[in-house]
C-alpha cells in the first residue's frame, strides 16, 4: 500500500509534467502565425510565449475553480483518480504531438477525470450540469473564433484594402509582436490553471484543503506557471508547422487578425464574470485561422487538413475516458 504522502508527491510530478507537456504542445498555438510570416524568429516567438505564459499562468484562478469542482464531485475524488486521468492526457498529448496533430489538452484532461472517476464510482460522480457548461464552452469557441475572425478580417481589409502589399506586410509584422504576445498571455492564464484544479483536486483529496477553499494555493500556482512557460521555452515544431501554414497560408495581416481574434476569445471565457471556463486554445486558434482565411477566400482553407484536425477533437475525450479508466483499474490494484 503506497503512503498517502508519496501518493501525493506523485499528483503533483505529473501535473508539473503535464503542464511542461502542454507548454511545448500548445507552443504553436500564440506563436504559429507570427513564425510563418516571420514576423518573429522561432527563437524570439519561443521567448516571447515562455515569458508571457509565466505572466498569465499567474494572473486569475477562476478556471482552476470550475477544474476543481464541475467535472467530478471531488469528495469522491482520490489520488489513484487523479494519477490515472493525468497519465492519459500526457499520453494523449505525446501522441498527437509526436505525429504533429494540434489536439486539446484541455479535452484530454477533462476526459481523463470523467473515465477515472466514473471507473471508481460510477456515472454519478460526474457533475453534469458543470460537464454541460465546460463541453459547450469548448464546443462553441472555436465557432465563435471562426466567426470574430471572418468579422475581424473583413473589417482590416476595408480598412487596409488600399495599401500597398509591402507597406502592410511591413506594418503588420511588428503589430503581430504585439498579438502574438496578448495570445501567450491568454494561453497562460487559462490553459496552467487547468493543472492548478488538478493539483487543489489532490490537495483535499489528502486532507490538507478543505472542501470549501477551492483557490489553489500560492505555491501551486507558481509551480503550474513555470512548469508551463519551461514546456513553452522547449517549443513545439511538428505542430507550429500545422498551425502556421497547413491550415491557410499566412500573411502578417492574416496572422495578425487570427491572434487577436484568438486572445478576444480565451480571454472572454477566463475572466469574464459567471464564466471561468476552461477552452481549448488550439480549437480556438484553429477556428480562428479558417475564420480568416474564410474571409479571403473559402478555397484558400485547406479543409482536408481542417477535417482531420476535426477527427483528432472529437475522438480525445473518448479515448482518454477509456485510457484512464483502464488505468485506473490497474492502479487500484497495484497502489
Known amino acids: 500500500m503506497t503512503s498517502l504522502g508519496v501518493m501525493l508527491v506523485i499528483v503533483v510530478f505529473l501535473a508539473l509534467a503535464f503542464d511542461y507537456i502542454n507548454g511545448f504542445h500548445d507552443t504553436a498555438n500564440a506563436i504559429a502565425t507570427s513564425v510563418s510570416t516571420r514576423a518573429l524568429s522561432p527563437k524570439r516567438a519561443v ?16 478556471v482552476a475553480q470550475t477544474i476543481a469542482k464541475d467535472i467530478v464531485s471531488p469528495k469522491f475524488v482520490t489520488q489513484e483518480v487523479v494519477i ?25 484532461l477533462i476526459g481523463g477525470m470523467a473515465g477515472a472517476a466514473v471507473a471508481k464510482v460510477g456515472f454519478s460522480v460526474l457533475q453534469w450540469h458543470g460537464i454541460g457548461k465546460i463541453l459547450a464552452a469548448l464546443v462553441c469557441s472555436p465557432i465563435i473564433g471562426m466567426g470574430l475572425g471572418f468579422v475581424i ?36 492564464s487559462n490553459d496552467a490553471q487547468k493543472s492548478m484544479g488538478i493539483i487543489t ?14 483557490a489553489p494555493p500560492l505555491w501551486v500556482k507558481f509551480a503550474c506557471a513555470l512548469a508551463m512557460a519551461a514546456g513553452t521555452a522547449a517549443g513545439g515544431w511538428k505542430i507550429i508547422r500545422t498551425m502556421g501554414g497547413k491550415i491557410f ?47 479571403k477566400r473559402v478555397s484558400a482553407v485547406r479543409w482536408g487538413v481542417a477535417q482531420q484536425m476535426l477527427v483528432a477533437w472529437v475522438v480525445t475525450i473518448p479515448t482518454t475516458s477509456l485510457l484512464a479508466a483502464l ?6 490494484k497495484l497502489l
Open 47 to 62: 521567448m516571447l510565449a515562455a515569458t508571457l505564459n509565466l505572466v498569465g499562468a499567474l494572473y486569475s484562478t477562476g
Open 84 to 108: 490515472a486521468a493525468l497519465l492519459s492526457a500526457i499520453a494523449w498529448n505525446l501522441l498527437t504531438w509526436y505525429f504533429g496533430i494540434p489536439s486539446s489538452s484541455s479535452h484530454a
Open 153 to 188: 478580417m473583413k473589417l482590416l481589409s476595408n480598412i487596409f484594402g488600399n495599401f500597398s502589399p509591402s507597406k502592410l506586410n511591413h506594418g503588420f509584422k511588428k503589430m503581430q509582436i504585439l498579438s502574438a504576445g496578448l495570445l501567450a498571455f491568454n494561453h497562460g
Open 201 to 214: 483536486m489532490a490537495l483535499i483529496a489528502a486532507g490538507l484543503q478543505s472542501q470549501a477553499v477551492l
Open 249 to 295: 497560408k499566412l500573411e502578417p495581416i492574416n496572422g495578425f487578425a487570427a491572434d487577436l481574434t484568438s486572445s478576444l476569445v480565451i480571454w472572454t471565457a477566463t475572466v469574464f464574470p459567471g464564466l471561468h471556463l476552461p477552452v481549448s486554445t488550439t480549437h480556438v486558434v484553429s477556428g480562428s485561422i479558417m475564420g480568416v482565411g474564410s474571409a
Open 327 to 332: 488505468l485506473y483499474t490497474i492502479l487500484s
